[in-house]
């Protein structure tokens, strides 16, 4: 044993003695590079972009303390990773390691693994890989291949369902792979995924890119301010640039990979996205995938000289191989069609308007919305103007991860005369009254489709019925009269519901109407019934009837219930609670105010009560919860628009006793629970799920867009 530590030592310090000498020549070509090694690594930040961190003599310590703790996983056949990313180096070391570093504090080595191919390096690379071997899979080639073949070798061996080609003059920023591949796996159609690339000192290098009839590449937004809306939504590009882009390993096998006609380099990104979009597949672009980028370190700038020169050369056989293409599909250099031609979705192009950016964690209203525009962006080319600007810009930054494109206010009325849109969507009465006039001024062929989300008079009718308020009344008779007459001027009317497009026919005649209810994405189901225990209500206390409802239940069922089943808690979720509800917060009843993720709530209460006194249209709490199977009591109201029956996909009583003893039997009742579970799961199945919602949506968007006579 003794003489087992001896060696273990000595080995350690003959190790250490190698890593400081690694060190010493890492500093050594951070010094001759102008790189400052006594600070500290940093993250310069401006108001546009996060730079490159700094490089210094800490950080290869780092690297590898960070190897030793988080090892690659052995991937077996059965477990294979779900992304390879792959990176050719030639040289540049200091740069390799950045990378590295970077996406060490990125990656789950459980899901990933990363292959360098170093293209026979001179300097200090191969020591720095060695020694990392054990988070890095190394590719050491005797000579330079070149970026395609290097790129080629690294696939090969890949067992990732998604190769990422990554260049090691990089350092990847946080969420950079995750918005890849949730972008590739939201959509079987999409074959590749590029990230937004920004130089170090925070400029937009690359939002996309596309290519003139003649060949020309450009980078769509170089130069300009990264956080500019236009460069913020996901779309249909020509290509993006392999310093980042992710390829379905079965599209690259099926292409045999980069054409090795552009070896070493040059047009070999442009022609396999080409390729890619020839199979029938979509490149995106998704600018919440970000990385910087230090742009020719290795292959230099000047096109007369090096590599860089094949940057001509390969332009040249590119134009060869998709002349057919090139004169087909696309139009002659324009800088005033750059917008255009940096978007390949297609579509009619479609303009929607609501009072604010949907914030779908937060209310079913903007889950509502968040899932039209995803609907919406199926059959059509959709852009988002909210009235009132929000304090979430995160969720502006979400709807362009879809592929949602946003403007202010302040830029419609240019908007509407530069783009030509089909139709414009004005969501809520107020929106609709607001804007419906200076729309038709703006441009007199656009289509209005005014979606009513709810008939606000029916609500306010049913609470005047209910509380005799003067208020209600007052209201109601406003917005009958102010819904009537939007309907009437408008070429389309979107109802929630078949109830309340019969209430509106009566009331307007004359009104195109168009059935467009909630979407609802079947979740999963989470625990058993013996493993759940609490009740549950969810919704926005600023929305009237849901405060009702909570009171309703508290005062009037809720101790009709405990007689029944005495440890049966409630969980009351949903923002901006007000002091009346909040008194209720007790050992029994937990108010909890806004919370970010309901799904472990779903997950595991037994029931969901939905005892709403009054309101119109599709209660989005109600399909939510049959969404995750959780069985569902609620009144005649709660229910309305869904087409539910009591005792098969949902419990429905609308006096307190009878709902009480509702509750009471799906708490209790195994059989009952998981009949209304199975029946209600699969009830949204059938009727509300996007696939079968946005066969309506595309049907009203193609109907009425036919309509529009583009000059």
Known sequence: MKRLLVALVGSAVRFKARLVGVVDKLISVAVKNGLNIEEPRTWKANRIAATAPSWSSHDFLLLMNAASNRRATTHSSDNAPRASIIIPVFNNVEHTFQCLRSLIREIDFNETEIIVVNNASRDETEIVLFHLGDIVQVINNRENMGFVDACNQGAAVARGKYLVFLNNDTQV?????????????NDPSIGAVGSMLIYPDGSLQEAGAGVWKNGDAFRYGWGKNPEHRKYNFARQVDYCSAASLLVRKVVFDQLDGFDRRYAPAYYEDTDLCFSVRALGYKVIYQPMSRLIHNEGVTAGRDVQIGFKRFQTINQKKFVVKWREVLERDYIERDPALLDEAANRNTGPRIIIFDNLVPTPDRDSGSMRMFMLLKALMKCSRPLFVPLHGTDWPEYEKLLGKEGIETAPLTAYKKLLKERRFHAAILSHPDVASALLTSIRRADSRIKIIYDTVDLHFLRYEREHQLTGDSQSAE???????????????????WCITSEDREVLESASPSAKIKVVPNIHSLQSRGKTFDERHGLLFIGGFLHRPNSDAVHYFITEIYPLVRQGIPDAKLYVVGGGVTPQIAAYDSGDVSIMGYVP???????????FIAPLRYGAGMKGKVGQALSYGLPVVTTTIGAEGIGLTTNHEAMIADDPRAFAEAVVRVYRDRELWQRLSDNGYSHIEKHFTPQVVAEGIRDAIIEISEQTKLI
């Open 173 to 185: 920023l946080p969420g950079w792979l995750k918005h890849l591949i949730d972008t590739v796996e």
């Open 475 to 493: 209201a109601a008779r406003r917005y009958r009269k102010l819904e009537t007459r939007l309907a009437q001027a408008s070429d389309q009317v």
């Open 597 to 607: 993720d309901v799904g472990a709530l779903f997950h595991t209460c037994r029931a």
